[in-house]
């Protein structure tokens, strides 16, 4: 059940990268490496995946993506 979880998973985060789509991951109090290892392929970037074991690191995380966001301009 994992392992069709995490395809599933993985063949998502491309086709939203396929249509330019950009994602950002984190994962929260988590230790294992190939969950790790998973989020951070789902995201558009290795800087767009966060890892935060404490809640602290959380916050950092939301406010780096938020400032990155901001930062962003939509173009038509």
Known sequence: MTSELNTRMSN???AMKRQGII???ITFNLTEAATQ???RGCASQPDYWFNSPTQADLRNA???IGSQLANLRLVR
């Open 12 to 14: 998502l985060c491309a």
């Open 23 to 25: 994602v950002y991951t």
């Open 37 to 39: 290892a998973l989020f």
């Open 62 to 64: 939301f406010r780096q």
